[in-house]
């Protein structure tokens, strides 16, 4: 008899400290916060972009300090290479194959002319990322690119860029594919 009703008092506890847990986690009801949108990341291979390897990472680093639904990441063994990066004598230029993946081509005539690497090197990754030039002039847009004149050193996207960039990945966008011819 004794035996019998410890039984009972043990599952009686057990399931009033079940009923009490499911209370305190609020098990069974929609309190669960939305998952965050996963960010897309990116591998860019800057190993061939000569004396502008610094200017690349720096550019990358400038959009992953300012954009949340996107990262570029050094490529390293065992990724895919969704960005490679290019040093050569024309001016700058990218193809995009589809939104977060192309080629980027950091020319040597910008610099000769004297337009800052790192925002050459942002701007190009810009076009990557979904954007289309804005040759507005204005130095606080990185898509107006070489129109904002070799004064211009400011190498961060702006609050539309940004927003439009958050905004196409979160979408999944089609971009169209082709080049995006910089310079002269
Ligand atoms: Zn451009």
């Known amino acids: 008899m004794r035996s019998h009703l410890k039984r009972i008092t043990v599952a009686t506890l057990a399931t009033i400290a079940m009923a009490l847990t499911g209370q305190l986690l609020g098990v069974g009801a929609a ?17 061939q972009a000569a004396e502008f390897v610094t200017a690349v990472h720096q550019g990358a680093a400038n959009w992953n300090a300012r954009v949340g639904n996107v990262r570029l990441e050094r ?23 589809s939104l977060g993946s192309g080629t980027v081509y950091m020319g040597r005539q910008a610099t000769v002319e004297g337009h800052n690497p790192t925002r050459i090197a942002a701007h190009e990754l810009g076009h990557i990322l979904g954007l289309p030039d804005r040759r507005t002039g204005v130095c606080s847009e990185l898509m107006s690119g070489s129109s904002a004149g070799t004064s211009c050193t400011s190498a961060f996207p702006n609050a539309q860029e940004i927003t439009k960039v958050n905004s196409l990945f979160t979408s999944g966008a089609l971009v169209t594919a082709g080049w995006r011819q910089d310079g002269a």
């Open 75 to 97: 490529w390293t063994a065992g990724h895919p290479v969704d960005i490679r990066v290019y040093a050569d004598n024309n001016w700058p230029r990218a193809y995009v194959n």
């Open 31 to 47: 309190t669960a916060a939305p998952a965050p949108a996963a960010v897309r990341v990116l591998y860019y291979d800057a190993s």
